[in-house]
């Protein structure tokens, strides 16, 4: 079946660490996408990418980075400069950017102690 | 800022009953509008969207109804059970050369047997 990948579903990191999420689609998409959800908050845009070796800076891009080697991958580093890093972290792709629905991986909760 | 926002946290109703979830935007440029549901752990699910050249579209049991005049959008959800029991968001775009969709905090809908 088509569809977004994340992994892991549950990720744990001490202080001071980089961690990387991991996100594969197989729809075809051109355009994919990083947000961030904390509780009682909507959607935060961290990073997007409309085309492979390309991908822009979102609302809240400090302390992050990502890469768009593939046009099916769309992996997003969370880096030590990150000052409040545990969160939920959604990947999502789209046909094209605007105007289509994005579809949604199941997430990323990652903890940092 | 121009953001997009829900008149109310949560929402409870009777198994059976129509539910109806409201939402405001501010962006008078905005033109499509999406409605998700998202389950505890899971990523968002598209419900249906549309493009502001319509008022009303329907799927199977949910019509969104779009008040242009009054930048309102609404998610109507015929016949309710359990298993709409989620938090709902709405988000709008306007599809420009910068365009971003942008999402509400959401609501959530919770179904009384």
């Known amino acids: 079946d088509g569809g977004i990948t994340q992994s892991p579903k549950y990720l744990f990191r001490k202080e001071g660490q980089n961690v990387t999420l991991s996100c594969e689609q197989n729809?075809?998409?051109?355009?994919m996408y990083w947000y961030r959800q904390d509780p009682g908050q909507g959607l935060r845009l961290i990073y997007y990418s409309q085309i492979v070796n390309d991908f822009q800076k979102g609302d809240i891009a400090e302390g992050y980075s990502v890469s768009r080697e593939k046009k099916e991958s769309f992996p997003l580093t969370v880096t030590s400069a990150q000052k409040n890093p545990t969160a939920f972290y959604l990947c999502?792709?789209?046909?094209?950017?605007?105007?289509?629905?994005?579809?949604f991986g199941n997430g990323t909760r990652l903890t940092v102690t | 800022g121009e953001s997009v926002g829900l008149h109310l946290p949560t929402l409870s109703v009777q198994e059976g009953d129509n539910s109806i979830i409201n939402c405001a935007y501010s962006n008078s440029a905005s033109d499509y509008f999406i409605w998700y549901k998202q389950e505890s752990g899971k990523g968002p699910q598209f419900i249906i969207d549309?493009?502001?050249?319509?008022d009303k579209r329907q799927g199977q049991r949910v019509t969104v109804l779009l008040n242009k005049t009054v930048k309102h959008l609404s998610l109507q959800i015929a016949a309710t059970q359990p298993g709409d029991s989620a938090v709902y968001f709405c988000?709008?775009?306007?599809?420009?050369?910068?365009?971003?969709?942008?999402f509400g905090k959401g609501i959530t809908l919770s179904v009384r047997p």
């Open positions: 988000a709008d775009c306007s599809t420009g050369a910068n365009s971003k969709l942008t």
């Open positions: 549309i493009r502001s050249n319509m």
């Open positions: 999502a792709s789209s046909m094209a950017r605007g105007n289509s629905p994005l579809h």
């Open positions: 729809l075809n998409h051109d355009a």
